[in-house]
Structures are given as C-alpha cells and as structure tokens.
C-alpha cells in the first residue's frame, strides 16, 4: 500500500503562483510514476503531468510552459510548481503513483482545492 498526501493548494489570483507538494509513504519501493491530476465541478478528472523514477515528465496541453512538475526520490516527494495561473485551472488537484510489475496499482492522495479568481 502507498498513502498519498498532498498540500499547498488555496486561494489565489489570475497570474499568481502555487506550489503544491505531495508526501508519498508506504510500499514507497514499488512506485514508478508520480504525478498530478485535476477535476473541476462537472468534468472529469484529467491529467495534469506525470514524471517518471527517472525524470522524465509529460504535461497537459493546456498547462505546458506554465507548470513544471519535480521528483525528489530521496524524500518521496512530488511537487507542482503552477505558474501564470488562470481561473480554469480551479480544480481539485490530487496526488497520484503508479507502481512498477503486473498487476499495475494505481493510488491517490485525498486531493487539494486550487482556487484562481479573475
């Protein structure tokens, strides 16, 4: 099992900052990929980026250029630095690890409110 906590979510303005953080401890050995999605009211959740053991990162569309997201493996840690934020990027944001082997588990974090206003 992998427990999943994230933090660093709130308030803030069309064109500010936040950085989310997301502590992953438990069967910390199996995880692959570490990474972050969202879901506002009425969609479905989606993927925001995702960043493999080894660095390698993908990103969203609609978030490429404005957020970058980080690995600390000797922490267990995963970080979503949001940059140039608008007010369709208010969403909760959750946590999420992938592990390695068959059968693939998935785990999420409870999730954190990002709220931009306009």
């Known amino acids: 099992q992998v427990q999943l906590v994230e933090s660093g979510g709130g308030l803030v303005q069309a064109g500010g900052s936040l950085r989310l953080s997301c502590a992953a401890s438990?069967?910390?050995?199996?995880?692959?990929?570490m990474g972050w999605f969202r879901q506002a009211p009425g969609k479905q959740r989606e993927l925001v980026a995702v960043?493999?053991?080894?660095?390698?990162?993908v990103y969203a569309d609609s978030v490429q250029g404005r957020f970058t997201i980080s690995r600390d493996n000797a922490q267990n840690m995963v970080y979503l630095q949001m940059n140039s934020l608008k007010p369709e990027d208010t969403a909760l944001y959750y946590c999420h690890a992938g592990t390695r082997g068959v059968p693939r588990r998935e785990y999420w974090g409870q999730g954190t409110q990002v709220t931009v206003s306009s």
């Open positions: 438990g069967s910390i050995f199996s995880i692959n990929t």
């Open positions: 960043i493999t053991s080894g660095g390698s990162a």
